[in-house]
């Protein structure tokens, strides 16, 4: 079993790219085939399946083939490491962080 900070660093890596993020943030709405995944994306689907091997080995995401078709989803409690690390750091004295506005 890795340890807290081996753990929040693998997500922490998998997190850090564009397209791993949106991938969770459409999987965080249901599952889908890979595919599917792949369709706003403009990439190769050999690059998208990189990115899904990575969000795999952090243990963001899981997959099942069943035939040709692989459904991916987002692992339950794979964020709650994440989650935990930032309310340690939170203080009470701070003010919320909000996006600044376009001008």
């Known amino acids: 079993m890795p340890n807290y900070y081996e753990e929040l660093d693998s997500v922490l890596r998998a997190l850090a790219d564009p397209t791993?993020?949106?991938?969770?943030?459409?999987?965080?709405?249901?599952?889908?085939?890979?595919?599917?995944?792949?369709?706003?994306?403009?990439?190769?689907?050999?690059?998208?399946?990189?990115?899904?091997?990575?969000?795999?080995?952090?243990?963001?995401v899981t997959s099942e083939k069943l035939g040709r078709t692989r459904t991916v989803s987002l692992r339950p409690g794979a964020l709650d490491v994440l989650h935990l690390w930032l309310g340690e750091h939170r203080t009470a004295r701070r003010p919320a962080w909000h996006p600044p506005h376009p001008h």
Request: zero cysteines.
């Open 20 to 60: 791993r993020r949106a991938v969770v943030e459409r999987l965080a709405k249901s599952p889908a085939v890979v595919s599917e995944l792949a369709a706003p994306f403009e990439m190769a689907l050999p690059s998208l399946m990189q990115h899904l091997r990575v969000l795999e080995n952090a243990g963001v």
